[in-house]
């Protein structure tokens, strides 16, 4: 069992006072005594001196010593007179009288000589000693003399007075009373003192003390009141003190820790911490995202058996045992994002300091444009060259001689206006694509129906499909809703969604144009958010592995048989910005059993409920 401070001092104090209250007891009995004993002995080398001279006749006289009634009576006579038990022993040790025992009973006395005062006596002269006597069972304080008569040769005589201690022994345990009451009234006035200055000590150290539990525990409004200006007190402020510091510096802390977790978890790059020995300290949101696993699954575990890539392994030993900056670009499998990682050390003394922080930028995308970019390059320069090498060479024909002969020119001429005609429509095509992504193109916001823009863009397709045998079919939805758009950019899209459609597919094909109102799922579907139109053709079809890429600038499935037919590999992509610059979709599917499938899907005007 664990005692409190406060009865450790009480029980401590009480201890204190207890043993030095026994030791005064003590002390003072023993001074007592000591002082009774030297009162006594006085008294006793008078009353010896007295009965000395009184027995003076019986025991100097040659030839009276010997045990007789007279001696007896005398000893007895003077015992009642000095008030002390009087005893007359023999040089042999034998009892001659003693006025404590009856006469009868003397010679059963047993033989004194071997008394401690006697023992003095015969070797000083005078002995005293303070025992229980053997005969009458009282505390008794004897002095023993040597008596010797006329003659110094004869044996010394002892004359042996004891003065019983009874009445100081009563005194003494009235004493021994008085002290005890005393003593416990004391004791019981320390308790209460005693208590009371350790409850005046040890109330404010528990108060310091649930004050510590409440901060421990994250209070930190905690304050400690105390009256006393003494040590307790000066503790008690000092804690106070440090309660506002550490407050004060908690609150930094969490202020910072709360401006690096924002700024980690609005990052859009990967950010993980290592310690020295490759340890996982800390990743955030984006790294978690990149790599799909969360941070319980990282900390504290080595980077190698987290993300296993052989690539960041090394990249990761470098940095830690260079302790240099370090630059890294890692392909993920097999999802194929491509991932720049910067890697920096910063100064750690301890295990478990951040060593190492590594930056993940994603760049997948910048690397997909750049491959898009160098794509468009090549093909916008080969696109280019195509028509430019022909007319280059038809011209250098002329220059030749053919221009001597009027069929051949002419023939040549007219090879050099087309290849001209597909230059321009290429350049058109693109500044067209440019003013379109650049947003110099403003797209006019009316309200259309959309069966008008069918009817008239298959009125314009017509010939064109007319010319291969193509049979078109339009099944528009009765009572479309009203979409909002630009009437001549929405015609453009289905003329060359049309176009491709009359182009890609062999003679007497079939194409159809579809429109029908769509919702979004949360809506009933009677209330259409979107029109759908769609161009299905019975033609070559895209591969499944081209569909992703159909929209791309100059992409082409079969590259030969585009350019044989004209197209310039921009119309797909113009027709992608069109409709999104619209707020709309495009895409494309798989038209079984064969051909492709258009899809793109228009909003709607909404109208607004009237306000009531």
Not at 38 to 60: A, C
Not at 541 to 555: A, H, L
Request: net charge neutral.
């Amino acid at each position: 069992m664990t005692l409190s401070i406060r009865w450790k001092v009480t029980i401590g104090t009480l201890l204190v006072l207890a043993c030095g209250l026994l030791i005064a007891r003590t002390l003072a009995i023993r001074s007592l005594e000591q002082q009774e004993i030297v009162r006594s002995g006085q008294m006793l080398e008078t009353r010896t001196s007295l009965v000395s001279y009184g027995l003076e006749p019986f025991l100097t006289q040659p030839g009276t010593l010997a045990s007789t009634p007279q001696l007896q009576t005398a000893v007895q006579d003077l015992s009642t007179r000095a008030l002390a038990r009087v005893t007359v022993v023999a040089p042999d040790g034998q009892v001659l009288a003693d006025s404590a025992v009856p006469e009868r009973g003397l010679a059963a006395v047993e033989n004194h000589l071997a008394r401690p005062e006697i023992l003095q006596a015969v070797a000083t002269g005078r002995g005293t000693d303070l025992r229980t006597s053997h005969t009458t069972g009282e505390r008794t304080l004897y002095l023993a003399v040597a008596i010797r008569g006329a003659n110094q040769a004869t044996p010394a005589v002892f004359l042996r007075l004891g003065l019983p201690m009874t009445t100081f022994d009563r005194e003494v345990a009235k004493l021994h009373q008085n002290l005890a009451l005393a003593f416990g009234i004391a004791f019981l006035i320390a308790l209460a003192l005693s208590v009371g200055l350790a409850r005046s000590i040890t109330k404010p150290l528990s108060d310091i003390a649930i004050a510590a539990r409440q901060l421990a525990s994250g209070n930190h409004d905690v304050r400690i009141r105390t009256g006393s200006r003494d040590e307790v007190g000066l503790l008690a402020d000092t804690l106070n003190q440090m309660t506002d510091q550490l407050r004060a510096k908690i609150e930094e802390l969490s202020e910072d820790r709360a401006q690096l977790l924002a700024m980690l978890t609005s990052m859009v790059e990967g950010v993980m911490v290592l310690d020295c020995r490759g340890r996982v300290l800390q990743i955030n949101p984006a790294m978690e995202r990149m790599f799909d696993l969360t941070g319980m699954e990282a900390r504290g575990r080595p980077c190698s058996d987290v993300f296993r890539h052989p690539q960041l392994d090394t990249l990761v030993s470098a940095v830690l045992t260079k302790r240099m900056n370090e630059e890294e670009e890692i392909l993920l499998h097999p999802s194929g994002r491509c991932l720049h990682i910067e890697a920096s050390v910063t100064a750690c003394d301890r295990e478990n300091e951040a060593c190492a922080v590594l930056v993940f930028h994603d760049i997948t995308e910048l690397r997909r444009l750049e491959n898009i970019r160098k794509d468009f390059v090549a093909n916008v320069s080969h696109e280019l060259r195509t028509p430019l090498t022909s007319i280059k060479g038809y011209i250098e024909a002329l220059l030749d001689g053919a221009k001597d002969d009027p069929e051949t020119s002419t023939k040549f001429l007219n090879i050099i206006l087309k290849q001209s005609d597909r230059l321009n429509l290429i350049l058109e095509d693109l500044l067209q694509l440019s003013r379109i992504e650049s947003g110099k193109i403003l797209f006019k916001r009316e309200l259309l129906q959309i069966q008008r823009v069918i009817e008239r863009t298959l009125a314009m397709i017509k010939p064109l499909a007319d010319k291969k045998g193509h049979k078109l079919i339009s099944c528009v939805a009765d009572d479309l809703p009203l979409v909002l758009g630009d009437e001549d950019r929405l015609m453009q899209v289905l003329s060359n969604l049309l176009d491709n459609a009359v182009k890609y597919t062999p003679e007497k094909g079939t194409i159809t144009v579809t429109a029908r109102p769509v919702s979004d799922g949360a809506k009933p579907a009677a209330m259409a958010t979107a029109v759908e139109l769609s161009v299905t053709d019975t033609g070559l079809g895209i591969p499944d592995q081209d569909r992703p890429r159909i929209f791309e600038r100059f992409y082409r499935v079969d590259k030969a048989r585009s350019r044989e037919l004209g197209g310039t590999g921009l119309g797909l992509a113009i027709v992608k910005h069109i409709v999104e610059g619209q707020g709309g979709q495009v895409w494309v599917e798989a038209n079984a059993p064969t051909g492709s499938r258009f899809l793109v899907r228009l909003p709607v005007h909404q109208i607004s409920p009237p306000v009531s």
